[in-house]
């Protein structure tokens, strides 16, 4: 049996464990709530850590007993932007620290004994996409797309969906990478669609990916699917038409749940910066340094 065949056999089976309770407390990061009318304080308020044990998260809400209490309480899982679990196996954290590192080979080798410890299905659904980053930083493309796919069969977690290893940035994707976006398409999954479509837009197949993404961003269905993909088609835009949408679409992310704006941001400053928008591109930059909860693979070292 091949690596890939491997990787994909031990994620559906254990993806549909349950994972017992941690005794060590979570951590959470939670985007504040909006402010009411009647409050006066405009200062911006601070994103909240929570500390407890989370009991489950799905793509509707986290369910946890927070430190102290012993009641259940409910998040809205748009507004989980991060999670660090009390307990992280050695495998686990070795897997994590190699994915940090650039070392992707070797996160993507570890995935199916990561699954084999059952964490939570949620964790598996991170640790799944964090393998298919890895898996597209080694241009195995036909396996990223796969893990994407596999997973989208069933509810996720905003914190999940972030992770997805679309292309945020215009430049040309080696071979192996447009070839694994060709054949899926269209595939079923609109998960896989976003990414293929995301890989083809600065290949030769860009009007057909460019329609694939206006598809999804039209279908109601699922609103965070189409917000990822009208970001986007951001890629698609002529310097006058970036320099009429800077405000539009600043508005636009900003209405995004905070926990998936990562990628849109990083690829709104690089259209902003190669259509000549310099100051509004710094902006985003500056956010980008100053916010992020944890390293992530949709944002270039370099920048």
């Not at 940090?100 to 080979?105: F, I, S, T």
């Not at 596999?150 to 447009?178: E, H, K």
């Not at 269209?186 to 206006?214: E, T």
Request: proline share 7%.
């Amino acid at each position: 049996m091949t690596f890939a065949r491997s990787l994909i056999v031990v994620f559906l089976v254990a993806i549909t464990a349950i994972a017992s309770g941690q005794s060590v407390a979570d951590r959470i990061w939670v985007q504040p709530l909006p402010r009411i009318r009647t409050q006066s304080n405009w200062y911006p308020r601070a994103i909240e850590t929570i500390d407890g044990r989370i009991v489950d998260f799905d793509n509707e809400k986290m369910r946890i007993v927070i430190e102290g209490d012993e009641v259940e309480t409910l998040i809205a899982a748009s507004r989980v932007i991060w999670v660090q679990p009390g307990e992280v196996s050695a495998v686990q954290k070795a897997a994590i620290e190699n994915f940090d590192a650039k070392r992707y080979a070797e996160a993507l080798q570890a995935l199916p004994g990561l699954l084999k410890e059952r964490p939570p299905v949620w964790r598996q659904q991170w640790l799944t996409m964090m393998a298919a980053n890895a898996s597209r930083e080694t241009l195995r493309g036909d396996i990223a797309i796969e893990l994407v796919s596999q997973i989208d069969r069933r509810g996720l977690p905003p914190l999940v969906t972030a992770w997805f290893p679309i292309a945020w940035q215009n430049g040309s994707q080696p071979a192996a990478i447009v070839q694994a976006a060709q054949k899926r398409l269209q595939d079923d999954s609109p998960a896989v669609r976003l990414v293929a479509a995301s890989w083809l837009l600065s290949s030769a197949d860009r009007s057909d990916a460019s329609s694939v993404l206006n598809l999804l961003a039209g279908q109601t269905d699922r609103p965070e699917i189409a917000s990822l993909a009208r970001c986007v088609l951001w890629r698609t835009a002529t310097p006058p038409e970036v320099a009429a949408s800077v405000d539009k679409w600043q508005q636009e992310l900003n209405q995004l749940p905070m926990v998936l704006q990562t990628g849109p941001m990083t690829g709104l400053a690089d259209k902003f910066e190669s259509a000549g928008q310099i100051e509004a591109a710094k902006v985003l930059r500056l956010q980008l340094e100053l916010t992020p909860i944890h390293p992530s693979p949709l944002v270039p070292s370099s920048k």
